[in-house]
């Protein structure tokens, strides 16, 4: 019964219901509490003004929190328009179910009624602690509630079955705890006194003895409250109207104010109640013993789930504790031969010391012998011996010369440790490698006929086997680095087909695709071989120019009219290979200085090229060209351009050189070494200059042939 007892406490005090009163919205309130709760309305709210101007709404009809102002949404609590007349404005104050409780008014002048039937203040209004539903008493005031008499029964009851102490009635010390209970006597006894003072002979043996918990539901009940009429307070109710739902008496039926309503008999109702109740809490109590069964199997979870915790956990540690174990003893492995190596290079160092000592040692006995025999002044026993030693001084000289006073070994370990595959598969490491709940997906199909390459670009495209029943989330497509390295992630998403671009000219990339979910990745599909175009086509780059460059020919003919130098790129930018293109100038008038070269992206647009650090140009006019970088010019040439001239530009990134040709001759030497990064084509115009691009061309041949010879 512990469950019950929020049910029988009021949810403005929190104590037990102390006559507690039926509002229309089926809850219940302490009398006293709801005095507490009373707030006043504004006049035009009241009851008699609203059946002044012929509303026929009902008193108890609930009202607009909002249009009231009564509901404070900042606290969730009460408000009032300042108390009663006869009260003074003070704090209120929560209840320990956080509803506000004003404090009560000034005592009213003594009356015939009680306390708690007193009369109310005018224009009274009353709003539920649970639902929050507002509305305003009548004349009648809080006496026009029903009192809820079932429940203070049930409260009585459960009070005294938590009072009531089951110990023995007779026991002069330390009472011990009651076995049986008479009806008769109406005592509780324990064995002993039972034994001593209730023998089972004579008269007592008719007593009806009862286990305590039985004897004290028995001697708890007590003679029923009769429940009165609201308006009638000296009536008990009889009927019951259907129509009100509620118990009337037989003076309101003579009153006529249930004359249309169906009325039935008080008992008849009461029997069918309790009986749809009955009904009704054998619906609630199926939901409560699923709700039992569903605790209990909770609770078998959370033991099932801290064992396979503990489980887990030990699985866990001890994979870790093998990987570790395993990097340990490859640590000792790799340690063991870096010092080898140490103690290799130790040896060969310390056995040319030994040697290089030896020899100087000997060296510096010949040298000092050679200087006391130049010492000596016998001619002729010098000149006997001189020429052995001059060739024994020629040759330890050239013993030493011969690479002795270089040393054998170097001081660095040539030794570089490799950990990034190791390192990506630890990032990589996740709970879906260890326990897979539910399959990855099937491996992806590459679709040979939509893939292709078109100049330093390649597009893929795949899909999943047909007969596939695994969704993928996502594809992640791989290419290596174009020389037979590495593969790196290139795409991952859900598109089926992608395009790469910024790949290698002339260059042999192997690509691979595999399909993941939430469990994990697929195998990866077969590797496809692509080759990307020998030679580079483009044009140049609208949305990388200067807004003076003009463009024509789809993007292969520019001009520029500004007397400025203004500067356009191609749209294909270079890192690997060799590349030429060549540029024919269709006009040339008053003698301008076109600029021709390569240039980073983000080179300098309104300067000539070649003027800051991210450009390598030939500058010339119609006598003579330089070489120009970061705006130093070097290498003047003589030879000049005019129209229909060509510029050839090749860019050989193997040998990271710049050259350039006119008319198919060389001009200058090698125009720019040590050339390497992303470069793009770039061209610098002024003064109404036309050039046109021609690409896709193949090195020159006696570039090729002199190239194959170095």
Not at 242 to 266: D, F, I, N, R, T
Not at 616 to 643: C, L, P, Q
Request: aromatic share 8%.
């Amino acid at each position: 019964m512990e469950e019950m007892e929020e049910e029988l406490k009021c949810p403005v005090c929190g104590s037990f219901y102390r006559e507690p009163i039926i509002l229309p919205c089926s809850h219940n309130i302490c009398q006293a509490c709801a005095r507490n709760i009373l707030v006043q309305t504004p006049e035009s709210e009241s009851p008699q003004s609203r059946r002044a101007s012929g509303s026929g709404v009902s008193d108890y009809d609930y009202l607009d929190l909002d249009k009231m102002s009564l509901y404070s949404e900042a606290d969730s609590g009460y408000g009032s328009y300042g108390g009663f007349a006869s009260a003074p404005t003070t704090p209120c104050q929560k209840s320990p179910n956080g509803v506000r409780v004003f404090p009560p008014a000034m005592p009213p002048p003594a009356t015939h009624l009680s306390p708690a039937l007193a009369s109310v203040p005018r224009n009274s209004c009353i709003t539920c602690p649970q639902c929050h539903r507002s509305l305003i008493l009548d004349d009648r005031g809080l006496r026009g509630f029903p009192k809820n008499r079932v429940l203070e029964g049930v409260i009585d009851r459960y009070q005294q079955s938590k009072a009531a102490a089951l110990k023995c009635q007779l026991c002069e010390k330390a009472p011990k705890e009651a076995t049986v209970m008479c009806e008769q006597c109406d005592v509780f006894y324990c064995d002993p006194c039972r034994l001593r003072c209730h023998p089972p002979r004579g008269p007592l043996a008719k007593h009806r003895l009862v286990p305590p918990a039985q004897g004290r539901v028995s001697r708890r009940l007590s003679p029923r409250k009769v429940s009165t009429c609201t308006d009638h307070e000296l009536e008990n109710h009889s009927m019951y109207c259907v129509q009100c739902k509620m118990p009337v008496c037989y003076q309101c039926l003579e009153e006529g104010k249930h004359s249309s309503h169906e009325v039935k008999a008080l008992g008849a109702m009461w029997k069918l109640h309790k009986s749809q109740l009955s009904q009704a809490l054998n619906g609630l109590s199926d939901r409560a013993k699923e709700a039992k069964e569903f605790l209990v199997q909770l609770r078998n979870m959370v033991q099932q789930i801290q064992e396979n915790s503990v489980e887990f956990e030990a699985c866990l540690v001890a994979q870790c504790d093998a990987l570790i174990d395993a990097l340990n003893r490859r640590k000792a492995q790799l340690l063991a031969r870096v010092n080898k190596e140490h103690e290799h290079k130790l040896k060969v160092v310390r056995d040319q010391i030994s040697h290089c000592t030896v020899k100087l040692r000997q060296t510096t006995g010949l040298m000092e012998y050679c200087l006391e025999v130049i010492k000596e002044n016998d001619p002729s026993g010098f000149l006997q011996i001189s020429d052995a030693l001059i060739r024994r001084v020629h040759l330890t000289e050239d013993q030493w010369g011969k690479g002795t006073l270089t040393p054998r070994m170097t001081t660095d370990f040539d030794l570089s440790l490799d950990n990034s595959p190791l390192l990506q598969s630890i990032h990589q490491l996740d709970f879906v490698q260890m326990k897979a709940s539910s399959p990855v997906p099937a491996t992806p199909i590459l679709q040979l006929e939509e893939c292709c390459t078109h100049n330093n670009s390649a597009t893929l495209s795949w899909k999943q086997p047909p007969l596939s029943t695994v969704p993928a989330e996502g594809y992640i497509l791989e290419l290596d680095d174009g020389n037979g390295g590495q593969f790196r992630e290139v795409y991952v998403g859900k598109e089926t087909m992608c395009t790469v671009d910024g790949l290698h000219f002339n260059s042999t990339y192997n690509a691979r695709v595999k399909a993941f979910n939430k469990t994990g990745v697929s195998q990866y599909s077969k590797t496809l071989v692509l080759q990307t175009s020998e030679v580079a086509w483009f044009a140049f780059d609208p949305g990388s120019a200067h807004s003076d460059i003009i463009f024509s020919n789809d993007n292969l003919t520019v001009t520029c009219s500004s007397y400025d130098d203004r500067v356009v790129l191609g749209k294909t930018g270079f890192s690997k290979g060799v590349h030429y293109w060549e540029l024919t100038v269709d006009r040339y008038d008053n003698h301008p200085d076109p600029a021709f070269g390569v240039a980073r992206m983000d080179v300098m647009k309104d300067v000539m090229l070649g003027k800051d650090d991210k450009a390598w140009a030939m500058y010339v006019d119609n006598n003579r060209s330089w070489f120009m970088h970061n705006n130093s010019h070097t290498n003047r040439t003589e030879g000049g351009i005019t129209k229909g001239a060509t510029i050839g530009v090749l860019l050989d990134l193997n040998r990271k050189t710049l050259t350039f040709f006119i008319n198919d001759e060389q001009q200058g030497p090698i125009a720019f070494e040590n050339v390497e990064g992303l470069f793009f084509p770039a061209v610098s115009l002024n003064r109404n200059v036309q050039v046109t691009l021609h690409t896709g061309l193949p090195v020159p041949d006696f570039y090729s042939s002199r190239a194959s010879i170095a």
